[in-house]
């Protein structure tokens, strides 16, 4: 049986457009492929597809309001662009609600930046917000298919297409990304 919690969430799930539910729905379905190949927990998986864009349609006041009720640790370049706290807000409403375990909400606290020190399943999530089908760029299919063979290969790519496009953007890396890049450097 489902507990109330998770009910609640659940209900948080549903006042999502039908764009960002579809798109949470295959991010679900990677991580299930990713959990199978790589031997992590299929349920806590699900978890962190399901909850890592609960709090993506949050207006800018309301995730710095959120992430202040949440006592979240943050930074100036969090303030700056406050659509980074969307992850660590919704890690922290299932860590607070005792959902998932730490696995998952690390992965959902950095999905959108990576960060140093991630576990498999922190990388996991990273690989299938930017790998789901619904996305479409040139190397989307190959990036995929290479981290269902190797997730620390398929990471790194990830990670390194990421830091491209923000770069051609003309966007500022967060800081953590830099750090994920540093040590996937390191251990390449
Ligand atoms: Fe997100
Ligand atoms: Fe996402």
């Given at each position: 049986?489902?507990g109330l ?6 209900e948080?799930f ?7 539910q579809?798109?949470?729905?295959r991010?679900?379905?990677v991580?299930?492929e ?6 992590l927990d299929p349920?806590?998986?699900r ?13 800018r006041?309301?995730?710095l309001?959120?992430?202040r009720r ?22 922290k ?19 959108t ?7 498999p399943?922190?990388?996991?999530l ?26 620390e290969?398929g990471?790194?790519?990830v990670?390194?297409?990421?830091v ?8 500022a890396?967060h800081?953590?990304t830099?750090k994920?890049?540093?040590?996937s450097d390191?251990?390449?």
């Open positions: 049986m489902i919690e998770a009910q609640t969430l659940l948080r549903h006042q999502l457009t039908e764009h960002r579809s798109h949470s729905m991010v679900i379905g991580m299930e990713l959990a199978d190949r790589h031997g349920e806590l998986a978890w962190a597809g399901f909850g890592h864009d609960l709090a993506r349609e949050f207006s006041p309301c995730l309001a959120e992430s949440l006592n979240l640790d943050g930074d100036e370049f969090m303030t700056s662009e406050p659509i980074l706290w969307h992850g660590p807000i919704a890690a409403w299932l860590q607070n609600q005792n959902i998932g375990d730490p696995s998952v909400w690390q992965a959902i606290r950095y999905h930046t990576a960060g140093p020190g991630l576990g399943m922190a990388k996991a990273f690989i299938a917000d930017a790998v789901e089908p619904g996305r479409s760029f040139p190397a989307r299919e190959g990036l995929q298919a290479l981290a269902l063979k190797d997730l290969s990471y790194r790519a990670l390194e297409a990421t491209s496009y923000t770069q051609q953007r003309g966007l890396l800081p953590d830099v994920a890049l540093r040590e390191n251990r390449g």
